[in-house]
């Protein structure tokens, strides 16, 4: 891991006289971007805040052994900011984090941005058109709101009997205790999800006895990783083509698995060659048979890893398909009443994804808050970005919007919309935005309607796309050209608007 970057708060505290144009809660990815395009606009009356003392969101975060992306870093990268410098063609955490923060200061977002100031409350204050917010560092106001603080952040770990008599160490995979040697080490891993298979391989080889904890086995492809070595560096240094050339053809490709979700049929020979190939690579008919999954390919999000198969079929590795039930003192129990006893528990469990943890901060302009009226269900929004009563603020890579693609590419194309709305909202002196209930719910009722026919919904399996009431809030239905089309235009008839003067007016009157 790179050594942290330090930057001091620099808030005033006490309540606030000075108004910014716009507010950026966040400095992961979706901030960055949002602050470079925002400056691009010729906006300099803009504040971002981080919560952390460095930016990287999620790639700060996680720093697990073997933690990467799972798209190509030529298109898990901001179309204008290419980077010629990937050892691999699949970046791996420590680069993707130096690229964000080159990124960052190369665009000089950096000393703009205010760390280790987290927003604590954000209030829509009907009477000036404006956000009151809240922070750790003071209050501030804004005509408008960007949310930027993460679709993957609350990491879960289950409830379970007796955890608290586990007296051995236990840490989540986004909060990886690099203090902790594994080295000879009883380990249970409990999921075999997306971090879980990229850090099973590297902790296998150094632990004792690897217990992993299957609830569902996962569909698990072949990686097409690579290293690329100087001459290739030096040449995509050279010929950014050839970057630009890779970026439209991972793209299309991605298209393609995209196309074969929303029409499961077109999956069926992938999941047929891609259970030959388990044939080979597993020659244990039991390992085999246990780690076949289940449900139709690209249900769940599909995986990628050439050396995850490798370390189940290890000496020292035990699958266990089942989930974890109870633990009893230093003893895991097994769904099935296997029973092992272990040192230490790594949780693999993932992410609490349905309700954005933002929602417990935002009072919308009903006064509501939107973790209370997001209690029973999960969020909708407009295209991903707008919250009903929630005016002149926006979330990025909220509901819906997912694509089998690049977060990065998702986020910039809901900023480009985003950002269209926040000068729509400056250029005509519009006092109050907010997206109007009968587009949302039309647009909603849509997205589901189109959803029905998926692999998400249709593939027999439960994933983290559905909310606790089974309804799918996290997937697009369309493609992603479509999503891209939808947000190209910021179209202020799907709003309700109030101009500055109108409002003064009305007041008046
Ligand atoms: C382990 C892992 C692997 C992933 N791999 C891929 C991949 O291969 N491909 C892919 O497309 N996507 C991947 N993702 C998804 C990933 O989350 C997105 O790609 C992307 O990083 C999201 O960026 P973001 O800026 O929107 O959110 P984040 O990266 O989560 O950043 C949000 C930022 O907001 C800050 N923040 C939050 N709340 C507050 C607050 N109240 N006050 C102040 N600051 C706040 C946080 O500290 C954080 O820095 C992965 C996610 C995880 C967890």
Redesign the pocket.
Known sequence: MAAAKKTKPSAAKGPAEKIYDSFI????????AAAIKLKKEGYNNFKI????DR????????TYPG?????PSSL?SYSFALSSKWSHLFAKQPEILSYLEEVSDNFDITPLIEFN????SATWDESRYLWVLG?SNGEHLARTVVF??????ESKTPVLPGLESFSGEMFH??KWNHDYDLTGKRVAVIGTG??AIQFVPQIQPKVKELFVFQRTAPWVLPKPDLPLGDRVKQTIEVLPVIQRGWRNAVSRSLNVINFGLRNPKVLRPISTAAKQLLRLQISDKALRKAVTPDFTLGCKRVLFANDYYPALQADNTHLIPHGLVEVDGNTVVAANGERHEVDVIIWGTG?EVSHP??GS?VVNANGDRLSDLWKDTSPEAYLGAALENTPNAFL??GPNVLVY????GL?EAQLDYIIDGLKKVKDNDIGKISIRSDVLRQHNAKVQKHLKGTVFNSGGCKSYYLDQNGRNFAAWPWSLAELKRRLSVFDLDDYDVTYRNEAVLSKVS
């Open positions: 809660v966040g400095a992961g990815i979706s901030g960055i805040i981080e919560r952390a930016v990287g969101g999620t790639w700060r975060e996680n933690c990467g992306c799972d798209v898990y100031t987290n927003l604590q922070t930027a603080t993460g679709p993957i952040t995979s986004a997306a971090s992410f943890p933002i901060k990025v890579l693609d690049s977060f990065i986020a």
